[in-house]
């Protein structure tokens, strides 16, 4: 270990640190290729955006618990720790928390939603989500909960109904090491973008994505990337790059599969024993069953393809090693699930799914640790208790669950009824960069009775809350970083002295269980460190049972990062090709569903199909709104986590986000590179800064998620977020009735170079809540 730097964990990496006033941040030695991402963490410890005392909105203090239009513009009463905490109580007592909870019947639970979407901290204790839901099924016998994430919901939930468990199908293979020795052609739906390969939930100690392309593409592997972002796939010879319209992916794959339908490609003795339905999703794909063959020419005239360039795909697949990986952007649009499911498909029809390196493939472009080697040991994770509720939402309808009280809705086949909430409680995580419709959202946050949000810093989320804890963060902690299909446990000692003000999570919600009488059910009598020293042991015990000699967790703290073992197991998918009948998927036929009764009885198209919708170029809205927004993740940050910092700051010109868009577009509309531009629909609008880039195609214009929002009615314009965060403009509404999913990454807009005064971006510290009684320094 290099002397003087500790080791530490954040989701975009490994390093190691120290810190005399100003942080020393190294890259882990045995990471081929650090993220910049690590860049932005000397900017965390003593940001002046930091929140250090707590905080109470005057609205709720003055008036009480309810809904209320003003949050998000009122003020707030600085408080000391003991009367925040009794206020925080009190309420909390109001809303039923306590020791004597009903055995049975309903809870009080049920009017709580526990939020606490969000990546705060890589480490497995001060996981602010686990924390969080902890406390609430001690204090309230469980909570309204969330399933499913922003990014991958409407791909996971169609592939769980007909492909099997979506997480453990996905991290089961290590196809990164497959790709670089064996696959002889990748075809990447969405691209590949190793931006998005930063980051994994619980760290990426090792970035192993980019040397396996350039291995791949040394032995003579071929790409074919499919985006309307060019950048979207690495610089890698030879690359075939097709750019389709936005959102119409699943036609292009039509137009594939029925060449290998119409030309006798398919594999018929792979779809015979492997799968079911083929027959009735051929009728589709030939017109058979509604009178429209699906050709590459029908699906040229939708996607804007070249008809002889769809079929040459498919061919090409056919006489290659061939894998298809489709990326969790493609399913982040209305009716994402049909990509993926069409995926799926076209990978069966090749047949080669067996063969190392080939096959199928989702989320390889778009979390760093899938595609490695799940690991052989548990990990230490706290366990989060017994959620006696049952309730819980698609994560991306909070807005529907807030704003539509006992309404009913459709997912994952089922009728189900969203709770009347009257307590949001949020930790670790900021609605107001994941949601959509960032005005609806506001709306949704007036109605409830009260908000508690445990945060760093200030953000839009805290300017909604009514009552703010001021957290610490990683550095200022001890903890244990762990990741699946990551081969390292990290320790995380402490680096930086807590700010002073700021408290853990833990000791937050281990003071309020005092109050309410849960302590011995949520703290079990430890303390931080008895709780690290306990998760680590099942890890430790898992090691010595195969022979390893583990340090103590003293010793492992003070120490290195700790090498754990991969698995040699073969994966679910390995197993079912060597034995479909012994060992089958986890769906009704217990085979790759290519048509799925369940589906169609719920009334669904039981197979893939091209669904026209109103959030795409093709659509009569595109009259109103001419150009395609593509909202997706930022090359600088994890979302909008650490925004300030030195990475994130060098991609904004004065401290505004950058819009790219084709320069042809730029000509048409009068701009140049550093304009101001407004995006507006009739959700709200933006602005930023424009950037004529060829790597786009016409019509398509692109910026990055996670500025913080900062909503000015600007003149003429109404409500614009100066700061550039698309989620003012991007659709709230799900995918699907089937998953429900997040569809913000693609939503029309009109574009324009801004005529008016231009206000400057609203800097991280002037969003912090405006105190009373202001001691921020």
């Not at 109904?161 to 293979?173: A, H, P, Y």
């Not at 990683?474 to 990551?486: F, H, K, P």
């Not at 090709?577 to 986890?586: K, N, S």
């Amino acid at each position: 270990m290099t002397k003087d730097l500790r080791p530490h964990s954040a989701h975009w990496g490994t390093f190691r640190a120290c810190y005399d006033g100003t942080l020393k941040v190294t890259p882990f030695e045995l990471d081929p290729e650090p993220s910049e991402i690590l860049e932005n963490l000397a900017a965390a410890p003593r940001n002046p955006a930091r929140l250090d005392r707590p905080l109470v909105r005057r609205g709720w203090l003055e008036n009480g618990p309810g809904p209320d239009d003003r949050r998000g513009r009122d003020d707030y009463v600085e408080m000391g720790w003991d009367e925040a905490l009794d206020l925080a109580a009190r309420e909390l007592r109001r809303l039923g928390a306590g020791p004597d909870l009903p055995k049975s019947g309903p809870l009080p639970g049920a009017h709580v939603f526990g939020g606490s979407y969000g990546w705060s901290s890589a480490g497995r204790f001060h996981h602010a989500q686990s924390q969080v839901h902890r406390f609430l099924n001690s204090a309230f016998g469980g909570y309204v909960a969330h399933v499913d994430t922003y990014s991958s919901a409407a791909g996971a939930v169609i592939l769980d109904l007909v492909w099997g468990n979506t997480l453990k199908m996905s991290r089961q293979t290590p196809f990164w090491q497959e790709i670089a020795e064996e696959t002889e052609l990748l075809v990447a739906f969405g691209g590949l973008p190793l931006r998005n390969l930063a980051a994994s939930p619980g760290g990426n100690s090792q970035h192993i994505a980019g040397p396996s392309l350039r291995q791949a593409a040394d032995r003579g592997c071929e790409f074919v990337s499919i985006s309307p972002i060019f950048d979207d796939f690495e610089a890698l010879p030879p690359v075939t790059r097709l750019a389709p319209r936005p959102g119409t992916d699943v036609a292009l794959m039509l137009g594939m599969a029925y060449v290998l339908h119409d030309e006798g490609l398919a594999d018929r003795a792979y779809l015979d024993r492997y799968t079911t339905g083929y027959a009735t999703f051929a009728d589709y794909l030939t017109g058979a069953s509604d009178g429209q063959p699906k050709t590459p020419a029908w699906a040229a005239a939708i996607c804007d393809v070249p008809a002889e360039q769809i079929a040459e795909i498919a061919r090409m697949a056919t006489r290659k090693r061939t894998h298809i990986a489709v990326s969790y952007a493609l399913q982040r649009a209305r009716h994402g699930e049909q990509p993926v499911w069409m995926g799926l498909v076209l990978a069966a029809m090749l047949g080669q799914y067996p063969l190392r390196g080939a096959g199928f493939s989702y989320s390889l472009g778009s979390i760093g640790n899938t595609g490695k080697p799940p690991l052989a040991v548990p990990l230490p994770t706290l366990p989060q208790g017994t959620n006696r509720v049952g309730d819980y939402i698609p994560v991306a309808r909070i807005s529907e669950l807030l704003l539509n009280p006992k309404g009913t809705y459709q997912y994952k086949l089922e009728t189900r009824r969203y709770a009347d909430i009257r307590l949001v409680y949020w930790a670790g995580g900021n609605p107001f960069h994941h949601h959509q419709d960032l005005s609806r959202l506001r709306q949704a946050f007036a109605r409830l009775d009260t908000i508690i949000v445990h945060d760093s810093v200030g953000t839009a989320t805290t300017r909604h809350a009514d009552i703010i804890f001021p957290a610490t963060i990683s550095l200022e902690r001890d903890d244990i970083g762990a990741a699946g299909n990551d081969p390292f446990l990290v320790p995380m000692p402490q680096l930086v002295p807590p700010l002073d003000g700021a408290r853990d999570d833990y000791d937050i919600f281990a003071a309020l269980a005092v109050r309410l009488g849960v302590a011995d059910h949520y703290t079990e009598g430890r303390s931080s460190a008895d709780w690290q020293r306990d998760l680590y042991e099942r890890t430790r015990e898992a090691l010595e049972t195969r022979g390893d000699t583990p340090p103590s967790f003293d010793n492992f703290l003070a120490g290195d990062v700790l090498p754990l073992p991969v698995s040699d197991s073969p994966s679910r998918i390995a197993q079912f090709h060597a034995d479909p009948e012994g060992a089958p998927l986890d769906t009704p036929s217990g085979r790759i569903e290519i048509f799925s009764q369940r589906i169609a009885d719920a009334g669904f198209a039981g197979h893939p199909v091209w669904i026209d919708h109103d959030e795409w170029l093709g659509s009569d809205r595109a009259k109103a709104h001419p150009f395609q927004l593509v909202a997706n993740q930022p090359r600088g940050r994890l979302h909008s986590q650490l925004d300030f910092g030195k990475a994130s700051m060098a991609r904004k010109v004065d401290g505004r986000e950058v819009l790219r868009l084709h320069p042809e577009d730029a000509s048409a509309l009068g701009a140049k590179a550093g304009d101001i531009l407004r995006v507006w629909n009739e959700r709200g609008g933006f602005l930023a800064v424009a950037q004529p880039d060829t790597a786009l195609r016409r019509h398509v214009v692109q910026i990055p998620t996670g500025a913080w929002y900062a909503p000015v009615d600007l003149p003429g314009a109404g409500l614009t977020c100066v700061n550039g965060n698309p989620n003012i403009v991007t659709s709230d509404a799900g995918s699907s009735a089937i998953g429900q999913g997040c569809a913000g990454q693609l939503t029309l807009v009109s574009v324009e170079v801004w005529a008016g005064d231009v206000p400057p971006a609203v800097s991280h510290h002037e969003i912090l809540p405006k105190s009373i009684r202001n001691l921020q320094t």
